[in-house]
């Protein structure tokens, strides 16, 4: 079946460094969405990309969509507390327009 | 506005018992999704609707079913529980298909 492949699955990160999580699918995707979930909490959505090669930023947060709409990843500089949390990528795939989640990003901060 | 309401927020079953799970959409959103989450993984997809009808649907037995009502509220329902179901049940609305998902908080379903 269709999946997307997120790495890596848990990130450690010192408070003001920058980290990188990876999102890789086996087919093209129509776009791709970024959610956070907090722990105990519900995902809520950050961004979405849909055109090859976009690139997005919200504040700290940088988001790229591959050039083959295969992969994408979210890059987070100067990290904080606040973003304790795991983040999900989320292709909507081209042939049957299901929206396939990865298994998250896990990130802790140590102060 | 209210968001995605759901109910209930927690459920214990027993197996072979049968669990009805409800979701309110916020209001003017005409899709519903459903989605199973085990604790360490991401969401997984069970079923869309889309104007009452059902426009997608994951891999997962004939024992989940779901509907979507005039008032775009959905029921997810779940017949001959198994220990394997229990899990984060998690409905998301949005104003149009493909379009981005507005999560509820979700009902934690334990099943004994």
């Known amino acids: 079946g269709q999946q997307v492949m997120q790495i890596p699955q848990y990130q450690h990160v010192q408070e003001g460094e920058d980290f990188t999580t990876y999102c890789n699918s086996s087919?093209?995707?129509?776009?791709i969405q970024w959610y956070k979930q907090r722990p105990g909490g519900h995902p809520v959505f950050l961004i979405q990309?849909?055109?090859?090669?976009e690139v997005k930023k919200q504040k700290r947060l940088t988001f790229q969509f591959g050039e083959a709409k295969k992969n994408s990843s979210l890059h987070i500089t100067a990290t904080q507390t606040t973003d304790v949390g795991t983040y999900f990528c989320a292709g909507l795939h081209s042939n049957d327009y299901k929206l396939s989640f990865g298994a998250g990003t896990t990130v802790t901060v140590r102060a | 506005d209210a968001g995605v309401t759901q109910s209930p927020t927690h459920l214990i079953k027993t197996r072979g018992q049968h669990v009805t799970l409800r979701c309110s959409p916020i209001?003017?959103?005409?899709?519903v999704s459903w989605y199973q989450q085990v604790l360490g993984q991401g969401p997984q997809f069970i079923f869309q609707y889309y104007e009452k009808e059902e426009r997608g649907r994951g891999n997962f037995p004939d024992r989940f079913s779901a509907r979507q009502f005039p008032n775009y509220s959905s029921e997810l329902n779940v017949n001959a529980l198994l220990l394997g179901d229990s899990a984060l049940y998690l409905c998301?609305?949005?104003?149009?298909?493909?379009?981005?998902?507005?999560f509820g908080s979700g009902t934690q379903l334990s099943v004994l």
């Open positions: 209001s003017g959103h005409k899709s």
């Open positions: 998301a609305s949005s104003f149009d298909l493909n379009e981005k998902l507005f």
């Open positions: 990309l849909v055109k090859s090669g």
């Open positions: 087919t093209t995707l129509s776009n």
